[in-house]
T-cell receptor, first 114, second 113 residues
């Protein structure tokens, strides 16, 4: 059982480049989300989705786009990378979006923007 | 805006001790609460989920409780082991159906053999 799979594990970008962080889950979860984790700031929600075709903004959405064309996949796109986007990015999913089931996390993507 | 404080930020205990980690929310209207464990370089693993109708949950040596009147939660770890060394984070959902969890910054626990 793979759970939540994130690729790549590490990425270095130059300022202005774009890229997509991939996230896939094989648990048929309705809810998927993206967080970033920064030292001293904790985890902050970027975007989330409560089902295929439905996405919404979290606390820090600027500079990021998402889409949810299938239940399994929830990619995060950086449109024009900035040094402030250097962070560790986590994808997470849950069976229900109503908060009554545990949140499962991937192992993260460590992104450095130079 | 909901803010979460975890005390202490770091804790070092000898193996076998019982310990308590604390979590408090500025807005006491917590709907659901989860405690997570994070090992270095890894993602978070959900340990315990306290749903809106519950006040505590237990799993093995772990017990979590939530006092909704004060917006405070505690995670109790019994008979600590070196394998318990990790960072522990709490996260709360403030509104039904919002599923926007607000995370604390964590308590880094070291259990010394």
């Amino acid at each position: 059982n793979a759970g939540v799979t994130q690729t790549p594990k590490f990425q270095v970008l130059k300022t202005g480049q774009s890229m997509t962080l991939q996230c896939a889950q094989d648990m048929n979860h309705e809810y998927m989300s993206w967080y970033r984790q920064d030292p001293g700031m904790g985890l902050r929600l970027i975007h989330y989705s409560v089902g295929a075709g439905i996405t919404d903004q979290g606390e820090v959405p600027n500079g990021y786009n998402v889409s949810r064309s299938t239940t399994e996949d929830f990619p995060l796109r950086l449109l024009s990378a900035a040094p402030s986007q250097t962070s560790v990015y986590f994808c997470a999913s849950s069976y229900s979006y109503e908060g009554d089931s545990p949140l499962h996390f991937g192992n993260g993507t460590r992104l450095t923007v130079t | 805006k909901q803010e979460v404080t975890q005390i202490p930020a770091a804790l070092s205990v000898p193996e076998g001790e019982n310990l308590v980690l604390n979590c408090s929310f500025t807005d006491s209207a917590i709907y659901n609460l989860q405690w997570f464990r994070q090992d270095p370089g890894k993602g978070l693993t959900s340990l315990l989920l306290i749903q809106s109708s519950q006040r505590e949950q237990t799993s093995g040596r772990l017990n979590a409780s939530l006092d909704k009147s004060s917006g405070r939660s505690t995670l109790y770890i019994a008979a600590s082991q070196p394998g318990d060394s990790a960072t522990y984070l709490c996260a709360g959902e403030s509104g039904a159906g919002s599923y926007q969890l607000t995370f604390g910054k964590g308590t880094k626990l070291s259990v010394i053999p």
